[in-house]
């Protein structure tokens, strides 16, 4: 699926840009208000009053259909303001916001679904334990090699493919020890990540049945907008396609720089990166340098971003 003429794409952050106050920023918004209602009522817990509390938002229960809210929330927003889109991608959990801004999933079974997806992967974690770690510097293929290098008989894979210069690896913990000496040995930074499980990897797959069954009595709707999605890297249009996506996505590759130079290849000029945080505008300085592209943090920058 290809888009027609130019525009803008929305990139939607996943767990790890959430932060106390998160969706303080939108709640006066009318658009931002009513996914934030939706989202409180969906979850049984005041989304806004919930994302004021650290120990919330310590908890994978909370703080993922939270993040969900707030993306969807600021995408609301900027379409409000009048900006249209032409493509949109997630990040790992960002995906989940992609599909309801594309009108493949309704808010509440996306939210639902997160949380089950949350809980499955909690328990998967501590019934296969596994560890995840940041190369910095290192581009796909040579966390790759270094993957092959130090898995020996134990699981290790690249899991996101970021840009050309960041890559998280993920596998069991004795392989990401190996992999972590031998990235010290080659002068690699290597960033341990505080997650609670080789996420994205094969130790995931006990988790699967259940998400299996959550998604398989979900709706899965025609994109309204072409999807770049996660597991592939490329626009997809077919919703019994992106059902099955959805079913690989906890083992499989977040192939993130692929995503967004499938945006780019249909005709993407702006990117505009809706929900909390820059991490992937900052993300994409490295993958497309000379992509315009922005944070949307509050309705004033959804305003500015409109009269661009």
């Known amino acids: ?8 794409s929305a990139l939607f ?16 918004h009318p658009a931002a208000r009513a996914i934030l209602d939706e989202a409180s009522s969906a979850m049984g817990r005041d989304v806004v009053a919930g994302c004021r509390d650290p120990a919330a938002l310590a908890t994978t229960g909370f703080a993922q259909p939270a993040l969900l809210a707030c993306d969807v929330a600021a995408f609301r927003v900027l379409e409000a303001e009048g900006v249209s889109f032409i493509g949109v991608a997630g990040h790992s959990l960002g ?3 992609a599909l309801v801004a594309a009108g493949v999933l309704r808010l509440g079974d996306a939210l639902d679904l997160v949380v089950v997806r949350g809980v499955a992967m909690q328990r998967a974690g501590e019934e296969r334990p596994g560890a995840m770690t940041a190369l910095l510097g290192v581009g796909a293929e040579d966390a790759a090699a270094l993957c092959e290098e130090a898995r020996r008989d134990d699981v290790l894979v690249v899991a996101n493919e970021n840009s050309p210069a960041q890559s998280v690896i993920s596998g069991s913990v004795s392989a990401i020890e190996r992999a972590e000496a031998l990235a010290k040995e080659r002068k690699v930074r290597a ?4 997650v609670a499980g ?5 130790l995931m797959d006990p988790a699967r049945a259940v998400i299996d069954e959550r998604i398989d009595a979900i709706d899965f709707s025609a994109p309204r907008l072409p999807v770049a999605e996660n597991v592939v890297g490329a626009l997809v249009s077919d919703p019994a396609e992106l059902r099955s996506l959805v079913k690989q996505h906890v083992i499989s590759p977040v192939r993130w720089e692929s995503s967004v130079r499938a945006l780019a290849d249909a005709g993407t000029t702006s990117f505009l990166e809706a929900g909390p945080g820059d991490v992937l505008t900052k993300l994409m300085k490295r993958i497309l340098p000379d992509a315009a592209a922005r944070a949307i943090g509050s309705p004033e920058d ?3 971003a409109a009269s661009a």
């Open 95 to 97: 995906e989940f916001a």
């Open 191 to 194: 960033i341990r990540l505080r």
């Open 198 to 202: 080789a996420f994205h990897s094969p």
């Open 302 to 304: 959804a305003r500015a």
């Open 1 to 8: 699926m290809r888009t027609t003429g130019t525009g803008h």
């Open 13 to 28: 952050p996943g767990q790890g840009s959430q932060f106390e106050g998160m969706a303080d920023r939108w709640a006066a």
